[in-house]
Structure formats: C-alpha cells, structure tokens
C-alpha cells in the first residue's frame, strides 16, 4: 500500500522529499504567481521526467473560457505532446493545491506514477483530502502522493487570490485584475 504524507513541512516528514522536490514546487508555484497576475485561480503545476521539465502550466479556465483549463490538465495535455504518447511514465507531477477529481482522473490515466502537492483541498480535494482516488485499489493505476510540500506558500498565493476577490467586489468591480493581483 502506497502512503500518503500530508503536512510535510508542519511534522518534518521529509523522508521521501528531496532538494529536487523543492526545486521543482518552486516553479509550480511561479507558474501559480502567473495565474494570479492573470486573474485565474492560483494554481500552478509541472509535469517532470528524469530532472527535465516536460511541460509547465497554470490555470486558465477564465481566459480560455473552459472548465477543464485546469494547471494539471494543461500541463499533461502538454507533456504528451512533448513525449508523443499519452503514457507519462517515471513522470511526477508537481501541483500548488492538491488535484481535483478531473485532475485525478487524467493523472490515472496518463498513468503519471508520482504526485507532489502544495496545499490540502478539503472542499474538493481527490488525492487524500475529500477523496482518495489516487490509490483507490479498484482502478487499474495508482500514484504515491506526496502532500503539504511547499504548502504554506501555496495556501498564501490563494488566500491573496481570494482577498484580492473580495476586495473587488467590495470596491464595485472597479479594479483591474492586473491592478489588484499584484497587490501582496
């Protein structure tokens, strides 16, 4: 059975984590730092093969007006391409917020064996925080799931997506995105 580690940062179960790891949640968060300039949910995410970046992406369900924009979705649509098929063996994937249901399931079934993510999802988290679907025995693929990597920064860039948010709305919608996501 394959683990799930939550909260690395906050219990110091850093085994399984290395300076690559690290390296690598560093350019998924750079990637969420250009959706929150964009306007889009912070969200950022890099599909990685043997130390080299296969593909790096971000939101963008608001600017492509898609639903399945999703980091994670971009990101292996692109790193498919870049091996020319869609089986993304010895890959990991790096994401700033732990994957949604959608995402879950084009993990399965690019068959990406490794997820490492920043924050928890509790409202629709599917890699160990609402559901467990990653290593749900009954599909044919699992992935280890590593979680809470870089957590802290990336529940910061969302709480600023969502304060900036907020403050639009309050201020009657008169702020560009550009103007108040840039804001810290």
Known sequence: MMAILK???ENGNLE???DEDLGWM???LAQ???ALEEGEVPIGAVVVKEGRVLAADHNRTEGDRDPTAHAEILAIREAAGVLGGWRLLETTIYVTVEPCPMCVGAIIQARIPR???GADDPKAGAAGSLYNI???RRFNH???VVGGIMGKASAELLRRFFRNLRDRRQDGGNSTDKETCSEG
């Open 16 to 18: 399984r984590i290395t």
């Open 142 to 144: 699992r992935a280890e």
């Open 134 to 136: 990653l290593q749900d």
């Open 7 to 9: 909260r690395c940062e």
């Open 32 to 34: 969420g730092e250009v």
């Open 26 to 28: 560093r350019v998924a």
């Open 115 to 117: 997820v490492v993510f």
